[in-house]
């Protein structure tokens, strides 16, 4: 079953915006910490930013006062909001989902394609 479903993605210029949103179905609900992560091509994943049930976030050094992750918990929606976008933000973004009382994010979706130009 899915269980988190990325949608936004595209191509844009460098300087530019992009939203990405995550929706989160009745099989990840028990998250305490939703995240995104990143995959570059010929790189780890990582981690981008996470925000958890109360509304703490968290963000990568790179994307600090770039990047703003929200949710809406009454519509299972979380968000990213990508401004000023650089060529190394290129990537695979990645919604995860870590259950309460998890180490690690057990809910993961397909990912969407994100991919800045100069």
């Known amino acids: 079953q899915e269980t988190l479903v990325e949608s936004g993605g595209g191509s844009v210029q460098a300087g530019g915006s992009l939203q990405l949103s995550c929706a989160v179905s009745?099989?990840?609900?028990?998250?305490?910490?939703l995240a995104w992560f990143r995959q570059a091509p010929g790189k780890e994943r990582e981690f981008v930013s996470s925000?958890?049930?109360?509304?703490?976030?968290n963000y990568t050094e790179s994307v600090q006062g770039r990047f703003t992750i929200s949710q809406d918990t009454t519509k299972n929606t979380l968000w990213l909001q990508m401004n000023s976008l650089k060529t190394d933000d290129t990537a695979v973004y990645y919604c995860?989902?870590?259950?309460?009382?998890?180490?690690?994010?057990?809910?993961w979706g397909q990912g969407t394609q994100v991919t800045v130009s100069p």
């Open positions: 925000i958890t049930r109360r509304g703490t976030t």
């Open positions: 009745k099989y990840a609900k028990n998250s305490c910490t």
């Open positions: 995860a989902g870590r259950p309460c009382g998890w180490n690690e994010f057990g809910y």
